[in-house]
C-alpha cells in the first residue's frame, strides 16, 4: 500500500469503529482484481479493482480509499468513498447509505440508493498571506522551542548536533530504517482497531522526532550566524532553515531529495543519541 494513502486508511478505521463494525471482519483490499459476491463483513478498498457482480448480495459496509470499484449488485450496508473511483450501474442497490467525500465517481439514475449524502471538500490555493502566516507561526513556534532548549539544555543540541556532522552516515542508516520499518508497523496496527490508538500515538511520536530534527538543524545554523547569544542564534538559525525547507522544493529534482535526506539524518541522530540524552559512541572493533 502507498504510503500516501495511510492517512486515509486509519480514517476508514475510525469510520468503521464508530459505526460499530465487528473489528475481527474487516478485509482491506491493497492491489489486483477482485469480485466480491459473498461479503459478510466491512471491506476497504485500496489499490484495487473491486466489483460488485450482477447478482450478488453484499453485507457491507465498503470503504473506498483508491482503486476502481464498481457496483452492479446489492450493498446492504454503506458505501463510503473517501477518494479512487467509484462506479454504480444501473440496477445496482445501495440499501443503506452512499456516503461521497472524495474521488471521482459516476451514479447511474437507475440505480436504487436508500440515502445519498454529499461532503465535497473545497480544495483552495492558499493565498500568500496564508502562506506568510503559516511560516511565520512555524518560526515562532519552533524558533521559540530552539531559543530554550538552546538556552537551558544546550547539552541535549549539541549531542545530537554532533552526531548530525560527525556520524552522518550512521544517522542517515538508522533514520531511513526506522522510519520505513515505523511506517509499515503503524499500518498493521491500524488494521486492528484496537491497536489504533497505539499508531496515532507512534505517529504524534514521530512527528515530535521531525521537530526536534528541524531544531537541530536550526541550532547547527545558528553557530555560524554572527550573534553571541546561543538562543537567538539557535532561534535565527531555525528561521532560516524552515525558509530553506520552503524553497527546496522548488528545485528540480533533487530539492525534494535534498529535503528527505536531511530529515533522515536528523531523525537517526536524535533516535540514537536518545534525544541528546547521550552522546553516541560508534562501536570500537577490535584490533
Known sequence: MRPELVPLLIVALLLLSAGGADVDRIEILSDGEHVIDDREHAVIVGDATVTVPDDAAVSGPIYVIAGDTQIRGTVDGDVVQLAGELTVYEGA??????????GVRTVSS?????????????AREPSPLVRVGSFV????????????????????????????????????????LVSVTSLALFVFMAFTLILLPISLLGLLTGLLV??????????????????????????????????LLTVLPWVPIVGSWIGITLFVVGIGAVLITFF????????????
Open 137 to 176: 507561526l512555524q518560526s515562532l513556534v519552533l524558533g521559540g522551542i530552539g531559543f530554550g532548549l538552546a538556552r537551558w539544555k544546550p547539552s541535549l543540541l549539541r549531542n545530537v548536533g554532533d552526531s548530525v556532522t560527525e556520524h552522518s552516515i550512521v544517522s542517515a542508516t538508522v533514520g531511513l
Open 210 to 243: 521531525l521537530v526536534y530534527s528541524i531544531v537541530i538543524y536550526g541550532f547547527l545554523v545558528g553557530q555560524y550566524l554572527p550573534l553571541e547569544h546561543v538562543g537567538l542564534a539557535s532561534a535565527a538559525g531555525t528561521v532560516l532553515f524552515l525558509g
Open 276 to 287: 541528546g540524552l547521550r552522546e553516541f559512541e560508534p562501536v570500537q572493533l577490535p584490533e
Open 110 to 122: 437507475g440505480a436504487t440508493i436508500g440515502e445519498r449524502t454529499s461532503v465535497e471538500p473545497v
Open 93 to 102: 442497490t445501495i440499501a443503506d447509505e452512499l456516503r461521497l467525500v472524495g
